[in-house]
């Protein structure tokens, strides 16, 4: 059932085809990553959601992006150092040396494209996604 905040925290688009355009434009198309990935869901909707405002707010998608990439990244290198001071507690001195190669990019380029969304619309996209990722925080 929608609550309060779903009704404070929708996306609006002029129609049908901007909003898929738009969500195409945030997730890739990453079908598989949106079933298996909370924060990228996250992300996509935050994302939907800074292009939903129309042109000028690109910048506040791409912010999101670089967002979720430094937080992604994190908990990667947070993961894998945990892993290597299990096998080898001496390497605790030089864990910042441990690299992390990022293995599962945000594709940029679709998100940089100008938005399409020219008003709000009447066609409102509910974001539930973000509001349920808040207890992993």
């Known amino acids: 059932p929608a609550t ?14 901007v ?5 195409s434009q945030c ?6 990553r949106l079933q298996v990935d909370p924060w990228f869901n996250s992300f996509v909707e ?17 912010s999101s992006m ?12 947070w993961s894998r150092i945990n892993a290597a ?4 507690p001496n390497l605790a001195v030089c ?12 594709h940029t380029v679709a998100i940089l494209t100008p938005s399409v969304t020219v008003r709000r619309g009447s066609l409102t996209f509910p ?3 973000s509001n349920s990722v808040t207890p992993y925080l």
């Open 19 to 23: 909003l898929m355009q738009v969500f």
């Open 85 to 88: 001071l299990r096998l080898t």
């Open 66 to 77: 670089q967002a979720y990439i430094t937080w992604t990244e994190s908990l990667l290198r």
């Open 4 to 17: 309060i905040s779903d009704s404070l925290y929708t996306a609006q688009f002029e129609s049908q085809s």
């Open 27 to 32: 997730s890739d198309n990453n079908q598989l």
């Open 46 to 62: 935050d994302c939907m959601y800074d292009k939903s405002l129309g042109p000028g707010f690109e910048a506040s998608a791409v």
């Open 95 to 106: 864990a910042a040396c441990i690299p992390v190669q990022w293995t599962d990019p945000v």
């Open 127 to 129: 974001l539930r996604y």
